[in-house]
Nanobody, 127 residues
Framework: VQLQASGGGSVQAGGSLRLSCAASGRTLSRRYMGWFRQAPGKERDIVAAIAWYGRDTYYTDSVKGRFTISRDNAKNTFYLQMNSLKPEDTAVYYC?????????????????????WGRGTLVTVSS
């Protein structure tokens, strides 16, 4: 499985970006997916996660109401819509997937439960 994240860039505070993560090599339609981010000097933290059915989602508190995670299983792609961006959102964003299928409602926020990682895409938000 290969994950390719794209859509990062530089925006001013209050702006929006949409990250995409395209999977290849195997269908991930029955797996939960996650977006993580890592700011300079900090650990990699969960941003959002989505179960394979798409109804069950998780957001870290700092992005609730601003970010939306979604997926298109037919395209083997998932997304992170980021609105009202803040300078503290500046980080490298990674998409990730687990090795195996999961229950339709299940997702994990533990990075150790993800075995496949994209290379990351840089998001820079200026004030």
């Amino acid at each position: 499985v290969q994950l390719q994240a794209s859509g990062g860039g530089s925006v001013q505070a209050g702006g929006s970006l949409r990250l995409s993560c395209a999977a290849s090599g195997r269908t991930l339609s029955r797996r939960y997916m996650g977006w993580f981010r890592q700011a300079p000097g900090k650990e990699r933290d969960i941003v959002a996660a989505i179960a394979w059915y798409g109804r069950d989602t998780y957001y870290t508190d700092s992005v609730k109401g601003r970010f939306t995670i979604s997926r298109d299983n037919a395209k083997n792609t998932f997304y992170l819509q980021m609105n009202s961006l803040k300078p503290e959102d500046t980080a490298v964003y990674y998409c990730a997937a687990p090795m195996g299928d999961s229950s339709h409602y299940y997702y994990s926020i533990d990075p150790s439960q993800y075995q496949y990682w994209g290379r990351g895409t840089l998001v820079t938000v200026s004030s």
